[in-house]
């Protein structure tokens, strides 16, 4: 008759566990080749959502104006301000022929000209031009003397409309002055109320970048 096997003896360990902990210790850190990467990622995601977030702050802020245009009548007699940046204005003026810019916009049906006011170098105006067959160039376009649109100083245009110094100058008709001032004709601010939904996106990219940072950097206990 068989004998019943014996219980198998426990077994024990070879060394301390104090000294297993500390083998594991001098282990090399392993290696994570897309940490930085990601960290990198992350960082650039962050950077650029600020960066056109700051761009667009000025669109967002006229967004949230109300009421009616302010009458600022005859705009080569118009008082340039600080109490006049980003607002929707009404205005009388003889656009200027000489000087005067043409361009188009990607994705955009209708082009734009660009011209000084008569009586004032520092005001410059933006006129849609409607799509002709007949007239591709707009050269037979008469343009407006009424305007109502957004008044804003050049260096305030933001991302948006950081188009019109390099406009001027890449057609050797002179330079757009530091001081000069743009007046955006037929933008409301319920036209530009898409860009509070952008600068929301771009603060979430932004918030979502930095807590990944955050965690991927913390020290784990």
Not at 77 to 93: C, Q
Not at 184 to 195: G, K, L, Y
Request: aromatic share 8%; charged share 25%.
């Amino acid at each position: 008759m068989s004998e019943d096997p014996s219980p198998p003896e426990p077994s024990v360990p070879s060394e301390p566990l104090a000294e297993s902990d500390r083998d594991l210790e001098e282990l090399p850190a392993p290696r994570r080749p897309w940490r930085r990467a990601t960290l990198g990622a992350l960082a650039l995601c962050a950077v650029g959502s600020l960066w056109l977030t700051a761009g667009l702050r000025e669109d967002a802020a006229f967004a949230l104006k109300g009421g009616p245009p302010r009458d600022i009548g005859e705009l080569a007699s118009a008082a340039l301000g600080p109490e006049l940046t980003n607002t929707w204005v009404r205005g009388s003026a003889a656009l200027r022929a000489d000087g005067a810019v043409h361009y188009a916009r990607p994705l955009e049906h209708d082009s734009y000209r660009l011209a000084r006011i008569e009586g004032s170098d520092k005001l410059w105006v933006q006129v849609r031009v409607p799509f002709d067959p007949s007239d591709p160039d707009g050269e037979h376009f008469v343009p407006p003397t009424s305007f109502v649109g957004r008044l804003l100083p050049v260096r305030k245009a933001g991302i948006r409309h950081s188009i019109v110094p390099s406009t001027v100058a890449d057609t050797a008709q002179g330079n757009v002055a530091d001081d000069a001032w743009f007046l955006i004709d037929d933008e409301a601010p319920q036209d530009t109320r898409w860009t509070l939904g952008l600068v929301g996106l771009f603060l979430g990219f932004a918030a979502f970048s930095v807590t990944g940072l955050v965690r991927l950097t913390q020290k784990v206990n």
